[in-house]
């Protein structure tokens, strides 16, 4: 049977969609890419909705091959027919309560969802830490970025976001920092290391570790199975959702080579196909599988998330990158639900080769726990998608990074000298801390890094012979004449190869001559990282950062790390610095 007869098969009760028509089998489409009109997509199979109506959505034309170039493979099997995908239509909003927001409509003031129904990892700021009692700090690292854009989404909203919204971590590997690349046929990493004057306090000083990955060249990047994972339940109608989660489907539909296939899944009750197995090719066909997408119904997550694995599975290729990308604002609230039980679901799939990726939509009853759960368990990244742009930073530009592996299990261990560091706290991270000895266990999982990405991780340290944050013990001899001198920390970074079960390690000291004696000094990178780092902390009121360094100060900092800026992310930073410090002001009793 051809890939895409599977559709016939399936009734949609989304909205009262009509059944799919089938095509003759061996009867493939010769139609590939296109505007996604109702005349189109009927002739693919795709009945229009109910009442006849369906706007099309012009697409820019991908460049040619697609994302990589290379010939095409056989189509990979046809999995069983899942069970059918059926939900009560939803109720429609009142035209009352809707306000339109220039291009946007959005739900009227009163309507909108309370914002404390949104979960967060609750996350205490990591505390400083002795060096003579504690001289090891050891972390899982984080490509994330979706509390960036989230905070973002707050700030242009005009409100500021909680403070477990806020993870220093995924601010700073926002940006691209320009690292030095590894050499060719060595380490998949190279490091750069800098250390400079803290601007917050005094007599202390900030560790900037830099890990730049190769980038895969794109004759050798695996072709991808991929399955979308679509939540068309009722939370998701609303412009910045469901609609938003098409668009950035579409951008990364536009980037397929014909050796990629694209499966389908959606769930609003219970879960369905949408798409069997179609190669990169049959863009259209993908683009007016989207567009019978409609929300309504409850959210039966757990079920979607069983059948996207099975289809994934079904079509495993151990050539390819196999991976389920959900699209959700994480609101599951039919069947598996439990954060744990999932948590437990996709790690069992992740050790079968098949990685989850999870991007967040929408506002008032985002999920952030279930995301970061999924993601961090799922080796793969977690992202927000607040805008259109940057649904295609992520599936157009960093595409690469987001898809295709070159690390798994990747740790990070600083062992601090206690002759030369009294005290040293880790920025960010506390959501990826690990045990000293998981370090060296190559069964705890770690981040997965992928091509051309690079990690950022900064310590504030003090040195010996500074006002430290906590009296000295009174009866522990104090470190003398400790091995390495010269060295104020050893870094040590260990990794697998992508789908590997043996841990590589790459280290380095760092030393007086990664120093520099002004923070006018330091390297823009380090510069920029540390801008980003205390608007961070500013944000969620940590106690470490003085209350004289203000937004100006921060402002000021980042104005002088700006750099070329090619694509304007620092200048937006900026305007997120000064909407903070608007919102602060304006927020009474402050």
């Not at 996350?123 to 090891?136: D, I, Q």
């Not at 949408?274 to 079920?303: F, H, I, W, Y």
Request: hydrophobic share 40%; charged share 20%; glycine share 10%.
């Amino acid at each position: 049977m051809a890939p895409h007869a599977i559709r016939s098969a399936f009734t949609f009760g989304l909205t009262g969609l009509v059944a799919l028509s089938p095509f003759s089998a061996g009867a493939a489409p010769t139609v590939r890419d296109g505007v996604a009109t109702a005349e189109a997509c009927s002739a693919l199979g795709f009945a229009p909705r109910r009442d006849g109506v369906r706007a099309g959505v012009p697409m820019a034309a991908p460049a040619p091959g697609g994302l990589r170039s290379r010939p095409a493979i056989p189509p990979l099997p046809v999995p069983p027919v899942p069970h059918r995908l059926e939900a009560p239509p939803p109720a429609p909003p009142a035209m009352e309560s809707l306000v339109v927001t220039g291009s946007r409509v959005m739900p009227a003031p009163g309507q909108l969802p309370q914002r404390d129904t949104e979960r967060y990892p609750n996350a205490t700021p990591n505390p400083v830490k002795r060096t003579a009692e504690e001289p090891v700090s050891t972390f899982s690292i984080d490509v994330d970025t979706a509390s960036y854009a989230n905070v973002r989404r707050f700030l242009n909203d005009g409100a500021r976001p909680p403070s477990d919204a806020v993870r220093v971590e995924e601010l700073i590997n926002y940006f691209d920092f320009g690292y030095a690349a590894p050499r060719p046929g060595g380490a998949p990493f190279a490091a750069s290391v800098s250390l400079a004057p803290s601007p917050w306090s005094a007599e202390r000083e900030i560790l900037h570790i830099g890990l730049q990955g190769y980038e895969l060249a794109a004759s050798a990047q695996p072709p991808l199975n991929l399955v979308f994972l679509i939540d068309t339940s009722g939370s998701m109608w609303s412009e910045d959702r469901l609609p938003l989660a098409k668009k950035a489907m579409n951008v990364l539909i536009d980037q397929l080579g014909p050796e990629d296939r694209v499966s389908m899944v959606a769930y609003a009750g219970s879960a369905g196909a949408v798409l069997a197995p179609t190669d990169g090719n049959q863009k259209l066909m993908m683009r007016c599988a989207l567009g019978v997408l409609e929300a309504g119904g409850s959210t039966a997550g757990g079920q979607g998330l069983a059948l996207a694995y099975d289809l994934a599975a079904q079509n495993f290729d151990p050539k390819a990158v196999n991976r389920v990308i959900l699209m959700t604002d994480g609101d599951f609230n039919v069947g598996v639900s439990d954060p744990e039980r999932m948590k437990d679901l996709v790690t069992e799939k992740r050790r079968s080769g098949v990685y989850l990726s999870v991007y967040g939509f929408g506002r008032g009853n985002y999920n952030d726990v279930m995301m970061q759960s999924l993601a961090q368990n799922g080796n793969g990244t977690a992202a927000y998608i607040d805008t259109l742009a940057e649904a295609r930073r992520l599936f157009r530009d960093d595409l690469p990074a987001s898809l295709f592996p070159i690390a798994d299990d990747v740790k990070i261990q600083v062992e601090f000298n206690p002759a030369m560091v009294a005290e040293y706290r880790l920025i960010g991270y506390e959501t990826r801390l690990l045990n000293r000895e998981d370090f060296n266990n190559d069964q705890v999982d770690a981040g997965e890094v992928g091509s051309g990405a690079s990690v950022t991780a900064l310590y504030e340290i003090t040195p010996v012979g500074a006002r430290p944050s906590s009296d000295p013990l009174r009866y522990q001899p104090r470190a003398r004449g400790a091995a390495g001198g010269a060295e104020l920390a050893y870094l040590k970074v260990r990794y697998k190869a992508p789908g590997g079960s043996d841990s590589q390690l790459m280290s380095r000291p760092v030393t007086n001559a990664d120093r520099t004696s002004s923070l006018a000094g330091a390297p823009e990178a380090t510069r920029w990282a540390i801008a980003v780092a205390a608007f961070g902390q500013k944000l969620r009121n940590d106690p470490w950062v003085a209350d004289g360094f203000s937004w100006d100060d921060i402002e000021t900092l980042a104005q002088g790390a700006r750099g070329q800026d090619i694509d304007g992310d620092r200048a937006e930073f900026i305007t997120l610095v000064r909407a903070a410090e608007d919102g602060e002001v304006a927020t009474p009793g402050r």
